[in-house]
């Protein structure tokens, strides 16, 4: 018996790609996109490229800061979930808290969705959270790209990047005048926040569980549900600090923890004293640590241990004033030093 031959002509749904499903994403995102836009935002979604006005936007001598990142193997969890709500706001996230360490404003975002086959519903879903971290960062959701792409994803897979720009008026970049004697002000993580998965995965796996088992550092809730807690946002905090001119610097501790990202603000002969008792470590970490058998070290390098910010200011009771009336929680955990040693621990951290 022979194959018969293939009588139909190829088209571009036959190779697997299926545009009007492209086109029904654009217009079921449509709506959550309009909502976030702010002053200097220019046209809608559709077009060859996305306009932004910086005068109307209110500035007079802006310097342009641009940040691009990922969600990482996080996405892993959510695919093999199906829980696509929040990883938007992962992605917002990872962007917006690195352009607000330089004092910028989070002008706009941009986003790229690739995947095997679409899903317009869970696109969808991703792209909604997408939205919600943009205006919940006073950033317009300006455009993105979905690329479907047979073959280059196994089913349901997916992955996504995000590329955002920010503004700040040239004499408030941020960091500036960081000195020896400036106190270190730690900000709480949401948790895992979006670096580290791939080791969290790993400890999951060593640990038996499940992902829909009930998480054991979070009562009510499956290890899913606690694991994929989206990252916090930390736009609004720090540039209503930055304002009040209370900042010198700050440093988003994403991966590589403390020791990988506090010394990357600091000039040249200035180091940090870190007080490792000045803060609980969140129970999801003593978990990973305990679980997985990983070393104190181990875990201060991939994952934020519970610290999600870290502000320096030479002025930490007017900075903790300030974060209690914005409901939000802050503590003293160290100081900027005169030190070739860019990072030191002067009590350890437990995870027991």
């Not at 569980?209 to 809730?221: H, I, K, Q, V």
């Not at 290890?223 to 807690?229: F, W």
């Not at 994403?254 to 040249?268: H, W």
Request: net charge negative; hydrophobic share 45%.
């Amino acid at each position: 018996m022979t194959d018969q031959p293939d009588t139909q002509g190829a088209s571009y749904a036959r190779a697997g790609v299926d545009i009007a499903a492209g086109d029904a994403l654009v217009d079921a995102i449509k709506p959550a996109a309009k909502a976030t836009d702010r002053p200097g935002t220019m046209g809608g979604l559709g077009g060859f490229g996305a306009l932004f006005d910086l005068k109307a936007a209110g500035f007079t001598d802006p310097v342009l800061v641009s940040c691009t990142d990922g969600v990482g193997t996080k996405l892993m969890v959510a695919i093999e979930t199906g829980k696509h709500d929040d990883v938007g706001i992962d992605l917002v996230a990872m962007c917006v808290n690195d352009l607000v360490v330089q004092g910028a404003t989070p002008l706009f975002f941009l986003d790229y969705l690739a995947t095997g086959k679409l899903s317009v519903r869970d696109a969808a879903t991703v792209v909604k959270g997408i939205a919600r971290g943009c205006a919940e960062s006073g950033c317009a959701l300006v455009g993105g790209e979905t690329a479907e792409m047979p073959g280059m994803y196994g089913p349901g897979h997916y992955d996504l990047a995000g590329f955002s720009v920010g503004a700040a008026e040239r004499n408030r970049l941020l960091p500036a005048g960081i000195r020896a004697g400036d106190t270190l002000i730690g900000l709480p993580s949401s948790g895992v926040h979006s670096n580290g998965f791939s080791l969290v995965r790993d400890v999951v796996r060593r640990s038996g569980l499940g992902w829909n088992d009930p998480a054991p550092f979070a009562e009510g809730r499956t290890l899913a549900e606690a694991l994929l807690t989206p990252t916090k946002l930390y736009v609004r905090t720090v540039l209503n600090l930055h304002a009040k001119g209370l900042l010198h610097g700050c440093a988003h501790i994403t991966g590589g923890g403390l020791p990988g990202n506090l010394p990357r603000v600091l000039p040249e002969g200035l180091g940090v004293w870190i007080d490792g008792s000045a803060w609980v470590i969140p129970s999801v970490f003593r978990w990973l640590a305990q679980a997985g058998g990983v070393a104190d070290d181990e875990m201060l390098k991939v994952f934020n241990c519970g610290i999600g910010m870290v502000l320096v200011t030479p002025d930490p009771e007017a900075v903790l004033a300030e974060l209690d009336t914005q409901g939000e929680t802050g503590f003293i955990m160290g100081k900027v030093v005169q030190s070739e040693d860019r990072y030191a621990l002067t009590a350890p951290v437990s995870f027991a």
